[in-house]
């Protein structure tokens, strides 16, 4: 799996949106099932919840971190995507898909199934007070509990939820039903705001990072969730850049030879600062990154046909980044737009 870069097998079958988000929550659940030790009696319980807790939360604080920061590049830059969609803020998990459903309620807090995962700051979701590990309770005034449950395919209805929250969405908003900490239900319209099409997930068991067009796949021992958020924040740019730029459909009916797959590279690199600065991240920190991973992985990627030395790549993103401060600077603003300035070098006709 190549790390800052993408691949394209999600098109291997038309519903490779689903087989992701299956094979994505069926490997946690796997993960989570395996730390309780495979314990069914009730003194194999308790041990189950005291080995489940650091799993867990650890898989959760990892997944919200990337999403805030996912959502802050992609709110701050959809002035300026073609690609763009609505959204809420907020992440769901779903306790039934994992092993023992009840020991992931517990753990959590959740009177119900349907746990809130994360929340963006500035949100819409956050801006209502939908907090992490909130108890979903209905969307639009269909309770949660009404969507289908797949014995076969457990991670199913959670994807059903999260689609009728996104078509919801479409229309300008949605009424979210939820309870903290069992309190009592509180059910608001939540006004949906347009990001770029780019949401960040979580994958357990996996070491890379990459975009797949509409989304960017992070692995939970991928090494960049040890660096700060704002070198964290420049892999997810890069990784953005290939979905906002369109470089997966069109390799995808290109291929990568004739310079293509080696300048959508270079393009989703000089596109880093430019979606750094607006998201109020340092630009300089997608070359601190970039030196920071490139000399540890240099027999990888950064040496293959398709990308270019890491030293190399620094010095693209540092010509990009004079070019961000000099547009900063005419137009005495601190955001700057992209879409009139920058110049890809892998031109889709």
């Known amino acids: 799996m190549a790390i800052l870069g993408f691949i394209n097998r999600w098109y291997a079958s038309p519903n490779s949106h689903e087989m992701q988000i299956g094979y994505r929550l069926g490997l946690l659940a796997t993960l989570l ?156 319209e939540v006004k949906a705001v347009d990001v770029c099409k780019s949401q960040v997930e979580l994958l357990s068991g996996d070491s890379g990072a990459l975009a797949d067009g509409t989304r960017i796949l992070v692995g939970d021992r991928f090494p960049g969730l040890a660096y700060s958020d704002d070198e964290l924040a420049a892999v997810l740019a890069h990784e953005m850049a290939h979905n906002i730029l369109g470089h997966i459909d069109f390799l995808v009916e290109n291929g990568r030879s004739g310079g293509f797959g080696r300048n959508s590279e270079r393009d989703a690199d000089r596109l880093m600062p430019w979606l750094l600065v607006n998201a109020g991240y340092d630009p300089y920190a997608a070359t601190r990154m970039m030196q920071q991973y490139g000399p540890r992985h240099s027999g990888g990627i950064f040496r293959s046909r398709s990308h270019d030395g890491w030293d190399e790549r620094v010095e693209l993103i540092e010509e990009q980044v004079k070019e961000v401060k000099r547009r900063q600077t005419e137009t005495g603003r601190a955001t700057v737009d992209w879409s009139a300035f920058f110049k890809p070098l892998l031109v889709q006709y």
């Not at 080995?51 to 992609?74: M, V």
């Not at 979701?125 to 797949?150: C, M, R, W, Y």
């Open 33 to 188: 099932f395996l730390a309780s030790g495979c314990s069914t009696s009730s003194g194999g319980a308790r041990a189950f919840d005291a080995a489940l807790t650091s799993p867990l939360q650890e898989f959760q604080n990892k997944e919200a971190r990337l999403y805030r920061i996912g959502y802050r590049l992609a709110s701050s830059n959809a002035s300026y995507c073609d690609r763009i969609e609505p959204t809420l803020g907020f992440l769901i998990h779903d306790a039934s898909s994992y092993k023992n459903a009840a020991s992931v309620r517990e753990e959590f807090g959740l009177i119900g199934d349907i746990g809130v995962q994360a929340v963006a700051p500035g949100s819409p979701a956050a801006e209502v007070g939908l907090k992490q590990n909130d108890t979903l309770i209905a969307v639009d005034g269909q309770p949660v509990q009404s969507f289908h449950q797949d014995p076969d395919a457990t991670w199913r209805r959670g994807l059903d939820i999260r689609r009728e929250i996104a078509n919801s969405a479409q229309d300008g908003s949605v009424m979210i039903d939820w309870s903290s900490a069992g309190a009592a239900v509180q059910a608001v």
